[in-house]
């Protein structure tokens, strides 16, 4: 198998973040990708980058302005007077009903989600790239390669259609799903970080060709908060075609395993000519989150099963942070596959 893996995604470097209302270090540090590499190679897949696929794969699940956004925003930023060294904004719209602003603040408050996506001079250069190593992944497998793991950072799954958020700004395993759809008239998409995939959903939601499917710690006192809820199912044409699989606090392999089971026999039902596994770690015991309990060896049982519906598979990096067993977690999964 081969991991996808592109320098440039380095240059994103953000210094911190609001949690609580509090500046902490960011998780989402370029010091992940050095683990995840090396225990991809450890674990004998082949090194290749991807290529620049210029904004195709971006635009395909992305509106116009929020590129322009993302592309722009930062030298914006640094024209106001006594701003941050990152983007971060301090207003929000009730989007339902609120006009585009002009302005760089007002535009912050509009494409950005949350205080936990701060933009720096590097994030949309590093943000692209790891768009086209999920693009380049897909690309493998409509290729005929069985499965391709893309080594993805930034990542992506909090990321909506015009929204970054939760360390997210293109949505990665959106776009390997959008490519595959070049091919099979159906995909899945199975999420099982430890947060909810909702830019992935909100992207879907009106899609009955691409299956969103997530299990997840219980948004009723987690991030993301807003969505991942079970009555959440998709609308209109959409409806039926997501899944939401919120588990309760500190849930283990097993009953991370019993949800995986729903997942998997519903994914089955849809028939669906390929998979895209929006693969977090973050759900592990010993994770910064600290939020479920699922072990190493439980991370080669997921994979296991999810390469039980022998399906071609793009496996995509989300979250997962920096701790003793990040690495051994990814040598764990790719070694059940
Ligand atoms: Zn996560």
Redesign the pocket.
Known sequence: MKVVFSETQRRHDPTFFLSSGTQRPNPEVPRRCDILLQAALGAGLTQVAPDDAGLVPVAAVHKPDYIHFLRHIHARWCEIDGASAEVIPNIHPDRRNGAYPASAVGQAGYHMADTACPISAGTYEAALASAHTAYHAAGLVLGGERAAYALCRPPGHHAFADLAGGFCFFNNSGIAAQALRSRYDRIAILDV???HGNGTQGMFYGRSDIFTVSVHADPIRFYPFFWGHPDERGEGEGLGYNLNLPLPRKTGDEGFLAALDIALDRIAAFAPGALVVAL?L?AFEGDPFQELTVTTKGFARIASRIASLGLPMAIVQ??GYVCDALGDNLASFLGGL
Do not use: M
């Open positions: 970080d430890l947060h977090g973050d989300e979250g």
